[in-house]
């Protein structure tokens, strides 16, 4: 493919966002549930925005980054 080519294939796309922090490193299943627990009982309005964008990265990785017994105790905190 020549150069200008490249350039442009990659011009039309999008940027994509950068890796979050759980994707870029190793982080202890307990400080995740942790994180994820703290930010279920947030309930302040300034900070409501902040928090949903930090469940959004979170949610997806709880499956993958803990273990069983540990996820099984966040799905139970969730429906609380």
Do not use: G, N, W
Request: hydrophobic share 45%; aromatic share 8%.
């Amino acid at each position: 493919m020549p150069v200008a080519a490249a350039t442009a294939a990659a011009a039309s796309q999008p940027p994509s966002h950068p890796p979050s922090l759980l994707q870029v490193y190793e982080i202890l299943p307990s400080l995740i549930l942790q994180v994820y627990l703290f930010l279920l009982k947030a309930y302040q309005q300034d900070t409501r925005e902040l928090v949903r964008t930090a469940l959004e990265i979170l949610v997806p990785a709880l499956p993958r980054r803990l273990p069983m017994p540990d996820y099984q105790k966040a799905v139970r905190y969730t429906k609380r």
